[in-house]
């Protein structure tokens, strides 16, 4: 943030000013982030579609094997609740199997059903819901399968809203700030309310907070998820907060602001995970089966195991469904607006003549990222969404954290940028902020040696594990993906790297015109604010 305030300028010219030889640090920032924005907006589409199938009064799909999607497959303790009723005996002798009621003394449909298992494992509806209606998922990566139509609208309407608000600009994301960074808290105090006061809510709170398996924490997969999240959730290392801090006060003191963000995010993180937990133990505690078989991770704990839980609820389980896809749908939103921005900042910043076209680059830009973004929108779609969230912004994104901790703390020098941080929010003037503040002895210890110690750690972890294999799906229907689908994971991974020799080679060209030599690249420039203070201080 202090980078963008300082310079006024996004991360794919401030970097270049610093050092001519990094430029490519900030543009590989911007394509990152684009990169990531092209599948965040699938996460909206779908959320519209669940949204649309709450409101048109269809919600009962999420827990109904009744639907014309529905497979043999699929089972349901709800079903079974059902079928006792029709049939007028209690819930232990019915169950219901293949559409059909049955009682449980009928041999032939049992035995069938027993068969039918045995091959292959039951299916929550809520997960046919989100595979065979939303998704229209196919059998492998290599079946297309056609588009999904449901899913070409959704995200064209995503991706409709993400360029109507970037056209208007920054000025309008800020009001939309008072909306989408108010109404997600209301939303989750209000399930965090209902979660913990249901029955078996401690189940879920025991696993997720008072009694977690401590075990994960030595597995080099935990510390690598956990590093990408806190990556994403602050948006360290996409560009996204030195190109909205560009727009900052030049005295603003964004120190604060990170603190606090901070702090909110983690807060936020831990209070809406209660919420969640709380209500998958209660689903866990309706169902009489252990907690670790109703959690899932990823798109599946949202989009499958939650609105399940919130289809067994007492009352009209369809209004915590909707408050809970309206926060995601929101979240969604506000959080790709950065991502977005990223890449059009870069472009203008880049290109001045641009700025008077500021509207038709951010419709360009949009279209492009949508049409990419039609892969995910095919029948096999769900495939892709996994390669590109393994693997877009995991590696790159923590390369390009240590080449900027080693940009700014090593090569620029600490002390320069700490005198730089003291002309805009001005020198600490008591023992804490010289301690703790914005150029404080902590800040200086975590940016010179602790972060780049942690980052080093985190990429070796990434080496250790990148040729482990990725999966879609559990037990017999656990896809495999083929060798090329990783090979085309790490294209997407190191694409964005490309732009660092990239730039190299185009300032050197750049230079060698103006008659200077290779050296140029490792000097500071003069659109660098402080250019002059250093040119003063070394007595040129």
């Known amino acids: 943030m202090s980078i963008g305030q300082f310079c006024k300028a996004g991360p794919a010219v401030a ?16 394509m990152v982030s684009l990169l990531i924005g092209i599948y965040y907006n699938v996460i909206v589409a779908w959320t519209l579609i669940y949204l649309w199938t709450i409101l048109t009064g269809n919600s009962f799909q999420f827990s109904s094997c ?44 049992k035995t069938l059903r027993d068969e039918t298992f045995n091959n292959l494992s039951a299916v929550s509806p809520a997960e046919e819901f989100f595979e065979r209606y939303v998704l229209e998922k196919t059998s492998t990566l290599s079946e297309f399968g056609g588009f999904n139509i449901k899913m ?5 309407i995503a991706w409709l809203f993400t360029t109507l608000v970037l056209v208007k600009g920054v000025e309008v994301m800020g009001k939309i700030a008072w909306f989408t960074g108010t109404t997600p808290y209301i939303i989750i105090i209000i399930l965090f309310i209902r979660g913990i006061t249901l029955d078996g809510a401690k189940v879920g709170l025991d696993f997720y907070l008072l009694k977690p398996d401590l075990s994960v924490i030595w597995l080099a997969e935990t510390w690598k998820a956990a590093a990408t999240q806190v990556c994403y959730s602050l948006a360290i290392g996409l560009g996204g907060l030195i190109s909205l801090a560009s ?97 059009c900042t870069a472009l203008y910043d880049q290109f001045p003549l641009l700025r ?22 095919t029948k096999a779609g769900i495939f892709y969404f996994n390669l590109f969230d393994d693997y877009t912004a995991s590696f790159s994104m923590m390369l390009l954290v240590l080449l900027e901790l080693i940009l700014v703390a090593h090569i620029y020098g600490l002390s320069n940028y700490v005198n730089d941080l003291q002309i805009m929010m001005g020198k600490s003037n008591n023992w804490l902020s010289k301690l703790y503040g914005p150029t404080g002895i902590c800040i200086k210890i975590i940016w010179k040696i602790i972060a780049p110690i942690l980052v080093v750690f985190i990429l070796a972890l990434y080496e250790q594990i990148k040729t482990s294999k990725r999966t879609y799906g559990k037990e017999k229907r656990l896809y495999i993906f083929p060798e090329w689908a990783i090979i085309f994971g790490w294209i997407l991974s190191l694409i964005s790297l490309i732009f660092i020799p990239l730039l190299i080679i185009i300032n050197l060209i750049k230079f060698k015109k103006k008659g200077k030599n290779w050296k140029e690249l490792f000097k500071l420039q003069n659109k660098w604010p402080s250019y002059s203070r250093k040119f003063k201080k070394n007595g040129k």
């Open 15 to 30: 970097y270049g000013w610093i050092r001519p030889a990094f430029q490519g640090i900030g543009w590989s920032m911007a």
């Open 66 to 109: 009744t639907n014309e999607f529905n497979t043999i497959y699929c089972s349901s303790s709800l079903e079974d609740l059902r079928c006792s009723k029709e049939l007028n005996t209690s819930t232990l002798e019915a169950f219901y199997f293949n559409k059909t009621c049955s009682f449980i003394n009928d041999i032939n449909a």
């Open 152 to 156: 070409v609208i959704s995200l064209g």
């Open 247 to 343: 727009f900052n006060d030049f005295n603003h003191n964004c120190f604060k602001d990170a603190f606090l963000i901070t702090l909110a995010d983690a807060s936020t993180s831990v209070f809406g995970g209660t919420a969640v937990f709380s209500t998958l133990g209660f689903m866990s505690n309706q169902l009489n089966i252990s907690i670790n078989s109703v959690v899932q991770s990823g798109t599946g704990l949202a989009f499958i195991a939650y609105p399940e839980a919130m289809s067994r609820m007492p009352g009209l389980p369809w209004i915590w469904q909707f408050l809970f896809f309206l926060m995601i749908l929101i979240l969604g939103i506000a959080s790709h607006f950065g991502l977005a921005e990223v890449m």
């Open 356 to 377: 008077k076209h500021k509207s038709w680059l951010v419709i360009i830009v949009c279209i492009i990222c949508y049409l990419c973004g039609l892969i995910m929108c």
